[in-house]
């Protein structure tokens, strides 16, 4: 059985690869290689069987990781002023890996559930996703 908790986010962000040249970073970004914005919208699938009391994880938990690890930190921000954005250009596929990153560890605490996919919306076109597998070796 899979849950998905849904969420919105507005921030900043700008293409940029340290590794190359500004003209390396127009060829590769163009115009999003200055500092402009979206609305993110933001999935967070989790996956359980056993269910007590109905369900296997209440959804005010879902919120309340997701909203401490990632939202109040992008929210209104700018997403490369997180340190790992330092070594990482702010991609759609960047930000949703970041985004497992913070909180994965979270859900792999809590009994009978574990996190099984993050989707990363970036405007309305265009959407990133990870699952465990692009972190298994």
Same mark, same amino acid.
């Given at each position: 059985?899979?849950?998905?908790?849904?969420? @919105?986010?507005?921030?900043? +962000?700008?293409?940029?690869?340290?590794?190359?040249? =500004?003209?390396?970073?127009?060829?590769?970004?163009?115009?999003?290689?200055?500092?402009?914005?979206?609305?993110?919208?933001?999935? #967070? %699938?989790?996956?359980?069987?056993?269910?007590? +009391?109905?369900?296997?994880? =209440? *959804?005010?938990?879902?919120?309340?990781?997701?909203?401490? &690890?990632?939202?109040?930190? !992008?929210?209104?921000?700018?997403?490369?002023? /997180?340190?790992?954005? &330092? @070594? +990482?250009?702010? %991609?759609?596929?960047? !930000?949703?890996? $970041?985004? $497992?990153?913070?909180?994965?560890?979270?859900?792999?605490? !809590?009994?009978?559930?574990?996190?099984? /996919? #993050?989707?990363? *919306?970036?405007?309305?076109? *265009? @959407?990133?996703?990870?699952? &465990? @597998?692009? *972190?298994?070796?």
């Amino acid at each position: 059985m899979r849950i998905t908790g849904y969420y @919105s986010f507005e921030s900043a +962000h700008r293409l940029h690869d340290a590794g190359c040249s =500004n003209e390396e970073n127009a060829a590769l970004y163009g115009p999003c290689q200055t500092i402009h914005g979206h609305t993110y919208r933001l999935e #967070v %699938t989790l996956e359980g069987s056993k269910l007590e +009391h109905g369900m296997f994880l =209440n *959804f005010e938990k879902v919120d309340e990781i997701v909203r401490d &690890r990632v939202i109040k930190r !992008l929210d209104h921000h700018m997403i490369d002023d /997180e340190p790992y954005f &330092r @070594s +990482h250009p702010s %991609t759609a596929e960047e !930000l949703a890996r $970041w985004i $497992w990153g913070q909180i994965e560890p979270h859900f792999a605490r !809590l009994a009978g559930c574990r996190l099984a /996919e #993050v989707k990363v *919306f970036e405007g309305e076109h *265009f @959407s990133a996703c990870v699952d &465990r @597998s692009d *972190f298994e070796h």
